[in-house]
């Protein structure tokens, strides 16, 4: 279906009003020679629609057949799936980035 530019404008100005942070992660060794990954300095951000908490409801209303801990929709146009996303102080590992009617969708689970 073809969704005119206008309609994408306007969904994006009343709807994408969650900020969604993406994150750079640093990595230091601990005594033991183990690797650890924390979060370091933010290097975007974007606005979406953030749908979570239930996790079966939402994996019903898009169809989905696996696990899933948050749901964005946006008009951003790509997400680097090597950089986690944080939105209201949780990170996030995003599993899948797909096109999704006039939007794209965020897939993700929470880190670690």
Same mark, same amino acid.
């Given at each position: 279906? /073809? ?34 990954? &924390? ?34 929709? &946006? ?19 995003? &599993? /899948? ?16």
């Amino acid at each position: 279906m /073809d969704i005119p530019k206008r309609m994408t404008k306007m969904t994006a100005k009343y709807f994408y009003d969650k900020e969604i942070e993406i994150v750079r992660m640093t990595t230091e060794k601990d005594a033991e020679g183990g690797v650890i990954f &924390t979060p370091g300095e933010v290097i975007g951000s974007f606005k979406g629609n953030v749908q979570y908490g239930n996790s079966k409801l939402i994996r019903q209303i898009y169809g989905l057949d696996i696990q899933v801990d948050i749901v964005i929709t &946006t008009d951003k146009a790509e997400v680097d799936l090597n950089y986690p996303i944080r939105y209201d102080g949780i990170l996030y590992t995003v &599993t /899948d980035c797909k096109p999704f009617d006039s939007h794209v969708l965020i897939i993700g689970n929470k880190y670690g």
